[in-house]
């Protein structure tokens, strides 16, 4: 007898990447394939089915890989490329930084605190993100805050230039993502035994190395995890590098959205993100791996 | 008492000579108004092997742990072969912990969790595989070395955190709670092994437990604590046979306590007046008492006699009625009630089959005991 609640259970996940997910991706797939044209939509060939089996067989004969060719010969798209991996990873590193700290002071503080601090730590996902990356202009510009407050304290006498450079990009990314760094990593910490520092303490560790021994080791699953969860987003990100980063920032996200919305040219920026996919299916893979690693070791 | 002549008693706490390794110094711990520990001394021999008892609460585990360097005492002294631990963080003791929960590292191996306080000990490296695989050997663990802590029973886990613990040949080993995570039958298995372990490496044990049976099994001496007070330390025959109080006849084992006032005294024999109408209680006690005083008779449950007949030429003969009867197997348990509704539990080890048996519920029982089974309690 088929099991129609078991096919069902299984459906729907299935349908739901099948929708939202892979059919969506076939159509940018086709489109980065296509060749640009002064029409609407603004590519060709179109697929029409009136035609019938020739009509199919046209189609895909004019499909080519011309745009992907173009974005290789380009030094502008690699460097893009290039730049964005850069920045994600240097944010990533520097986020990791900030994060780890946070999370194992919350990690060790007295039971009752928890609640608030991790409330503090998701309280900026209440205001838009939007409004929090503009509030950054007010802060890094010449005459924002920190600039203000630096002359004041006497520390320098020219304000310093942050703002429309890759400082205020990275200061920005590292701003918005601390949160996915810090709860991952926070849950890690959490989970470990609290007599396993004394074991290690009792076994001759002093208190930094039983950190670098016990501590370390045993948050790798969430550094890992929150690693890959700033680094993923961060790499195609289009918000901060636009509006803190001028134009000297380079990024394949404002590359993608230009290519798209100011040349109007779907088939390149369709291959820009097909490529973008591309790079960003590795570490996805490897997040997935490390998750499934964790829930197997849990067991 | 019944030592061969030839073989010496281990007993140094009863020599004078002796030096302890731990000397407890009038330590008080107190945590903001709680007491933790109140001012105990205490000595600790080497190659003992020392349990502290007691309900959870009492404090045995703060004594640990103020060995192990967790926590330092409020009051007090701690020598551990005449030195003051005070100034000693617990990296530099030359203690060992073995943890309740084991506290073993899950991202190494079974080697590398021996192998991990040798590594931070002046051990030349290339002594230290030597070293880990005699602690398997020790342990039986050798076909587990690569296997990680999940990967493994709990019973191995048990014995890799105490190959562990041992690896560095500390002066001393403490034991939280050892055997709390396994089952009964292993635990009892378990016990064997340690007192094993014990006496092949020399070191000195304190293991602290809830479960007075470990104690008794496995210690040279027994520490009964209560409320941060040591009550009574001694060796566990002494403790069951000869406690000192009703809190330590009540602690260990089963008991029947019956309250009375003590009346003539002669010589170390004394009677007691326990229920109107009822002969007094004939019982030894070791020093003078003044008559009248409150006085508490306790007597174990397998020295009471149970027959149906009247027993001619006993001590003390009680009559009574058979309330219940608790079969065990191996004994069976008769709560008899007696004079005033005092209950008295007799035990009565079953050599014959229970079809066979003579006393049934409800019966006219008559329970009887000699004048020096039992001890006389003051407080």
Known sequence: ?299 | MAQPANRPVFAPWNDPKEKPLIQFQNVSKRFGEFTAIDNITLDIFRREFFALLGPSGCGKTTLMRMLAGFETPTEGKILLDGVDLAPIPPNKRETNMMFQSYALFPHLSVWENIAFGLKRSDMPKDKIPARVEEMLRLTRLEKFAKRKPHQISGGQRQRVALARSLAKAPKLLLLDEPLGALDKKLRQDTQFELMDIQEKTGTTFVIVTHDQEEAMTVASRVAVMDHGKMIQVDTPDKIYEMPNSVYVADFIGDVNIVEGKAAAQAGDKLTINWAEGQPAINATSAGPLTAGSTVHFAIRPEKVAIARDKPEGRANVIAGKVHDIAYLGNISTYKVRVAGGLMIKAQVANERRLSRRDITWEDDVWLSFTDTAGVVLLK
């Open chain 1, 1 to 299: 007898m088929f099991n129609f609640r078991r096919l069902f259970l299984i459906l729907t996940p299935y349908l739901w990447l099948g929708f939202f997910f892979l059919i969506p991706f076939v159509i940018v797939l086709k489109i980065s394939l296509s060749d640009y044209a002064v029409s609407i939509p603004p590519y060709t060939p179109l697929l029409d089915l009136s035609a019938g089996w020739e009509g199919i067989k046209s189609f895909v004969g004019e499909l080519d890989f011309e745009n992907f060719t173009f974005l290789a010969g380009d030094p502008l798209y690699y460097t893009a490329y290039l730049s964005s991996l850069k920045i994600a990873a240097i944010s990533t590193f520097f986020t990791l930084l900030v994060a780890y700290p946070i999370a194992y002071g919350m990690a060790q503080a007295p039971d009752e605190w928890r609640p608030t601090l991790m409330m503090l730590v998701i309280l900026p996902f209440w205001t838009s993100f939007l409004i929090r990356v503009y509030s950054w202009i007010g802060i890094l510009s010449n005459e924002g805050f920190l600039n203000q407050t630096l002359m004041w304290l006497g520390i320098i006498d020219t304000p310093l230039v942050i703002l429309n450079t890759s400082t205020a990009v990275y200061i920005g990314i590292v701003y918005a993502y601390l949160p996915f760094m810090i709860l991952p990593i926070y849950s890690a910490l959490e989970k470990l035994d609290g007599s396993l520092i004394e074991a290690a303490e009792d076994l001759g560790c002093s208190k930094m190395s039983a950190f670098w021994l016990v501590t370390l080791p045993l948050s790798r699953p969430g550094i890992i995890a929150g690693c890959f969860l700033v680094f993923i987003p961060a790499l195609g990100e289009f918000v901060i590098p636009s509006i803190l980063g001028g134009t000297t920032t380079l990024m394949i996200g404002k590359t993608l959205y230009e290519e798209f919305f100011s040349n109007r040219d779907w088939p390149v920026a369709s291959a820009v993100a097909v490529v973008l996919l591309l790079i960003l299916i590795i570490p996805i893979i490897l997040f997935q791996r490390n998750e499934q690693k964790q829930r197997e070791a849990g067991q």
